[in-house]
């Protein structure tokens, strides 16, 4: 299929889980298929569900290549898929045709397929193999390309060929869009839509306006798209452009991915399986997202749609741990006070993290059999010899393990010359429930009053840190 500046489409791996499957009525779906090369095997109906494929059914195939495809009438609407073998396989649509025949041939599915009884499936392969044709006109083109690459007025004319044929597949789509706007394929081309931006208009002092493509992709980038429809989700294309919006589209700081996330899940309040999506989708993005202080997003859409009643879909185990969970991040987010933790150093004195006076404390939870530390706490000696004086640096290292002995052994041989205390022997509780301590080593970054200012961080990330946070203060 072809990838042009314009549409997007990607083909996902394989996930196969198996469903329940019910047989039909009479008023419920039939499907025949007849695969010429095949017999006596058995073969699976999946459908596409986010970013992966689940299976329906699985289906006896007879000596002549027969098997047929039985549904009920409420069989979810959206992009099907035949598997004959694991990487040979079909797409076919599940919409308003209930009762049709669909033959083919193992050896190429989509080009020698024959439909009847189904517009609308014959429709998405016309679409499908003139796409596959201008795909391997174009294919030809750029190897073409590549053997003439020394030859430039050569190239130029093949560049202006396969813009060419981009064009001519573009306008090929948006006519089937203005011929037929109600039909399941022009709901899957606006899908694959990616904005065109028109020309940059000029600002009163003559230059061009430098935000102006950002912002018009960005305002555009749901143009044509009804965001209740809930077929989208059984297709191979929405998962992925909601992935791109949220990662490549959208500014990555935490207010402004709340804002949109706030947007797009209220333009699917009227449809419950879109609504569940998205926030499902969301939420489990941001709670495993890499990027530092993104768990702010992850915390806003518990307390605005879990805590609140609207998620109603999970169980109360489940739901339970989600809560107690982001009680455990909230107070940890970037920009709060870090919570004071009092615990006996190394001469049995008790140490409270305030009473540290620095312009940067770094809160170390460590742990003397940890395989990572011992790669780390060197790495973190060079820091804090590199930047204690010129950066007014400190260090609060939580050793986890409860033998003293063994503690002061490991602070000897590694030379770790900061403040070191006992996390067990302390008087402000469980420091793992206080900074979600689950492993070991983690790195919290304080300024002078106490706020976090980064946390989870590599010892190699904390020096290009350092310095960039400088910058910017000053």
């Known amino acids: 299929m072809l990838v042009s500046k314009h549409f997007y489409i990607a083909i996902l791996p394989f996930l196969f889980l198996i469903a329940i499957f019910t047989a039909s009525g009479s008023d419920g779906f039939k499907i025949k298929f007849r695969i010429n090369g095949l017999k006596d095997t058995v073969c699976l109906v999946a459908n596409y569900y986010g970013n992966g494929t689940y299976i329906k059914d ?39 045709d209930r009762k049709f025949t669909m033959e083919t041939d193992v050896t190429d599915p989509v080009n020698r397929m024959k439909i009847t009884g189904s517009p609308e499936n014959q429709e998405f392969y016309n679409y499908l193999q003139y796409n596959q044709e ?39 789509k948006l006519a089937l869009v203005k011929e037929r706007p109600d039909s399941f394929l022009a709901m899957l081309i606006n899908a694959m839509k990616e904005p065109v931006i028109p020309e940059i208009p000029l600002l009163v002092n003559g230059r061009q306006d430098s935000t102006f493509a950002y912002r018009y992709y960005k305002n555009h980038f749901w143009d044509d798209m009804d965001l209740t429809d809930n077929r989208l989700i059984r297709t191979p294309v929405f998962h992925n452009k909601l992935k791109k919006y949220f990662d490549q589209v959208v500014v990555q700081q935490p207010d402004s991915i709340i804002r949109e996330a706030d947007i797009l899940i209220e333009r699917t309040r009227q449809d419950p399986e879109m609504f569940k999506y998205i926030v499902w989708f969301l939420t489990y993005h941001y709670e495993n997202s ?105 260090i609060f290292a939580v050793c986890s393990d409860t033998s003293i002995t063994k503690w ?52 190699g990330q904390i020096d290009l840190f350092l310095k960039n946070y400088r910058k910017r203060l000053n």
């Open 134 to 172: 201008k795909f391997v006109e174009i294919q030809a083109l750029q190897e073409n390309m590549k053997r003439l690459e020394s030859n430039h007025d050569s190239t130029e004319v093949i560049t202006r060929q396969i813009t060419a044929l981009n064009d001519t597949l573009i306008a090929y």
């Open 290 to 394: 890499e990027i530092m202080g993104l768990d702010k997003v992850w915390v806003h859409l518990v307390d605005t749609y879990y805590i609140t009643g609207q998620v109603t879909w999970i169980s109360a185990p489940v739901m339970e741990q989600i809560v107690k969970k982001a009680n455990r991040i909230r107070p940890l987010l970037i920009g709060n006070i870090a919570p004071n933790m009092i615990m006996m150093d190394t001469s049995g004195q008790l140490v409270s993290m305030y009473a540290i006076k620095s312009d940067y404390l770094l809160l170390v939870f460590w742990d003397p059999d940890c395989g990572h530390c011992e790669k780390e706490i060197p790495e973190l000696t060079e820091i804090y010899d590199k930047y204690k004086e010129a950066y007014n640096l400190e």
């Open 58 to 96: 699985t289906l006896p195939v007879d000596i002549n290549g027969r098997c047929t495809f039985e549904a009920s009438s409420d069989l979810p609407k959206g992009v099907y898929i035949f598997v004959i073998t694991g990487n040979n396989y079909f797409d076919f649509v599940i919409n308003n």
């Open 408 to 459: 002061k052994e490991y602070i000897i041989k590694k030379k770790m010359r900061w403040i070191n205390v006992d996390g067990p022997r302390t008087v402000t509780g469980d420091y793992h429930e206080q900074y979600d301590v689950q492993t070991t080593p983690v790195i919290y970054i304080l300024d002078r009053d106490k706020k976090i200012i980064a946390k989870r961080l590599q010892t």
